[in-house]
C-alpha cells in the first residue's frame, strides 16, 4: 500500500472512532473519562493532518526545511534569574 492509500485508512478508523466515542458520549454523558478520550480523539485527527501534510511535501519532491544553529554561547545574562536544575538555589543550602 501507497503512503496515501495507509492515510486514508488510518481517516477512515478515525472518523469510526469518531462516531463510537460520539456514542458514548451520548450513553454516558459527558463525563472526565469520556472528555478524555474526545480530547484523545482530537490529538490523534491533528497528529493524522500532520502526517499528511509531510507526506504531501515528500510526495512534492520538497525536502524538509533546514534550520541553522549557530555555533555562538548563550548570553550568561539569560541565566541569571534561573536556578540551577536539580542543585537549588544558588543562596541556599542543600539539605
Not at 11 to 40: F, H, K, P, T, W
Amino acid at each position: 500500500m501507497s503512503v496515501h492509500d495507509e492515510l486514508v485508512s488510518v481517516q477512515r478508523c478515525l472518523e469510526d472512532l469518531n462516531r463510537s466515542v460520539n456514542r458514548l458520549e451520548q450513553q454516558m454523558g459527558g463525563g472526565i473519562d469520556v472528555r478524555r478520550v474526545r480530547a484523545d480523539c482530537d490529538h490523534l485527527r491533528a497528529s493524522v493532518a500532520l502526517l499528511r501534510e509531510v507526506a504531501s511535501g515528500h510526495a512534492s519532491g520538497r525536502r524538509p526545511e533546514l534550520v541553522t544553529i549557530s555555533d555562538t554561547p548563550y548570553d550568561v545574562a539569560l541565566w541569571t534569574d534561573s536556578d540551577d536544575e536539580g542543585l537549588g538555589a544558588r543562596d541556599r543550602r542543600a539539605p
